[in-house]
């Protein structure tokens, strides 16, 4: 058993610095389409193989963080790769079943980890429980807003290019967590600063870069 984890944690390492790389240069070439869709694509299976075995190593060390990242991250990764798909949900495209499996089965993933949040509160693990909260609701709010999208369509017509960008570097914050929780030991901040501080930082520019996109609204 020992050296199956030692290999997931080896192929999860390699994924982890693909992924870094490869998220930086599908950012930097995100205007250069044909430049920028292998390169996603390298990103993409990167965080794939990030979330399994990020999800086999939670339970075989007892590690929660793997599992708080592995969930929260690769949603948003699958949801980004997704948004490509329903391109077309206001000229009359539906979801597809998977996409609605996606959706049910991270609400209640996020609904488990506001719960665990809460059970860990009640038994005075304050600090233990901020952690599953603020992932928990950011995703569930996610898992709302695409719900919420595919029972009442979109109100713009590059409300999918939105969806892949803003949950792409969403993704990619759940990238750059995991690298800086790992390296904790050796960086002398607060464990809360190098838990959170990606998102701090990054969900800016992310707001940013979504108002630069010029979307038409759909009348209805």
């Known amino acids: 058993m020992e050296l199956i984890i030692r290999v997931a944690i080896i192929i999860h390492i390699i ?8 998220g930086a240069i599908a950012f930097a070439l995100r205007k250069n389409t044909p430049k920028h869709k292998p390169v996603g694509k390298i990103y993409f299976w990167c965080m794939t193989v990030i979330f399994v075995t990020g999800i086999f190593l939670s339970f075989a060390r007892g590690l929660l963080f793997f599992f708080y990242i592995a969930v929260f991250t690769y949603y948003s990764t ?15 495209q539906k979801p597809f079943k998977i996409d609605w499996f996606i959706e ?6 996020f609904i488990g980890l506001i719960t665990f949040s809460i059970t860990l509160y009640l038994k005075h693990h304050n600090a233990g429980a901020i952690i599953p909260l603020v ?8 898992s709302y807003t695409n719900i919420k999208l595919f029972l009442n369509g979109p109100k713009e017509t590059l409300y999918w290019y ?14 750059v967590t995991a690298f800086l929780v790992n390296q904790m030991e050796y960086i002398p901040l607060n464990p809360i600063i190098l838990w959170l501080g990606p998102t701090v930082i990054i969900v800016p520019a992310i707001v940013m870069e979504l108002k630069k996109v010029k979307s038409v609204p759909i009348e209805k």
């Open 15 to 22: 994924a982890g610095i693909g992924a870094l790389v490869s």
């Open 162 to 175: 939105k969806k892949h960008i803003g949950n792409m570097m969403g993704s990619y914050i759940g990238g």
């Open 78 to 92: 699958i949801i980004a790769y997704r948004s490509l798909k329903l391109r077309n949900l206001h000229n009359g």
């Open 135 to 142: 992932f928990g609701c950011i995703g569930l709010w996610g």
């Open 104 to 109: 049910i089965v991270a609400a209640l993933t």
